[in-house]
């Protein structure tokens, strides 16, 4: 399972810049919530799949895109039945700062980091700037190996080309949206200490006390952003982590369940089955099957 916080190096110190290809639910199930410091391009090739970015799902068709700005709590998952072939672009705004005074980040670029400027995030296939921002996008496809030469020119000049689109169409973040963030960031202390205790007894009140919420608010802030309550958060991510398990490390059902957290074995197997169609038991073999067919 992915880190909640991404600290991956995408592309290289020097060049951070990554292109990856992906397929939901081929090859896998989906990306659970995660951030990460770089901006985020999600390209949908042919299918469709549904991202949600700080609770705000959006069905992302062929042909689409959408923008994730760095920091912001974001997942994938599967469309229904639908299966889905897409790109990752992602890449740090240090890539297209300036070595001298850093006139063009500090005017376009940090603004758009921080939430003071806002860009569009969902480009739907019939828009105008869809049909601007797609031949760009097709080029970065197209030299997703930059092993050509001075190709890593074209590459930044394709990005800096996708920003200015889209600082001509961003608009001001105002004081409710900038209040969003904030409360979002302190939420993500709770998703983090999941993260590194999820197998321990954790309550609703730790987490709002963590964040320096009442358990009231902080129930709803936190539905808020992940679209479900903290203790269905806290049960699925501990199921994500037993399944895991139990494909890496092949241990035995009792053991998995009390090392995730789950201290009623028949619970954790009915909870299980339920989330993945699956008994426990029987996890292991029927994703070998699945692998082999």
């Known amino acids: 399972m992915a880190e909640l916080h991404e600290e991956k190096q995408h592309g290289r110190l020097s060049f951070p810049y990554a292109i990856y290809a992906g397929k939901i639910p081929e090859w896998l199930r989906g990306f659970p919530l995660h951030w990460h410091d770089e901006m985020e391009i999600i390209y949908v090739v042919s299918g469709c799949m549904i991202v949600s970015v700080h609770s705000n799902e959006t069905i992302l068709k062929e042909g689409e895109m959408i923008f994730i700005r760095p920091q912001l709590i974001h997942s994938i998952r599967p469309h229904e039945d639908d299966p889905a072939y897409y790109y990752n672009i992602l890449f740090r705004f240090t890539l297209l700062e300036s070595s ?35 031949p760009h996008i097709q080029t970065l496809i197209d030299n997703r190996h930059y092993e050509g030469k001075g190709e890593e020119l074209l590459i930044k000049g394709e990005l800096f080309s996708i920003m200015y689109q889209l600082y001509r169409s961003s608009r001001p973040g105002d004081e409710q949206e900038l209040y969003k963030m904030s409360v979002n960031q302190r939420l993500k202390m709770a998703l983090s200490f999941v993260e590194d205790h999820y197998n321990e007894s954790i309550s609703v009140a730790q987490a709002a006390e963590l964040c320096s919420f009442s358990e009231s608010y902080f129930s709803k802030m936190f539905r808020n952003l992940t679209g479900i309550s903290f203790t269905q958060y806290l049960k699925n991510y501990r199921l994500e982590m037993a399944a895991e398990k139990l494909l890496s490390e092949k241990k035995n059902v009792s053991e998995t369940a009390i090392e995730c957290g789950f201290n009623n074995i028949s619970y954790f197997t009915r909870a299980f089955h339920n989330k993945y169609g699956v008994l426990p038991s029987h996890f292991s073999e029927t994703k070998e099957n699945a692998g082999t067919g």
């Not at 860009?119 to 921002?133: A, G, N, V």
Request: aromatic share 12%; glycine share 2%.
């Open 100 to 134: 001298t005074k850093n006139y063009c980040a500090e005017k376009y670029l940090y603004p758009i980091y921080s939430g003071n400027l806002l860009i569009p995030d969902h480009i739907e296939r019939d828009s105008e700037l869809c049909k601007i921002l797609t």
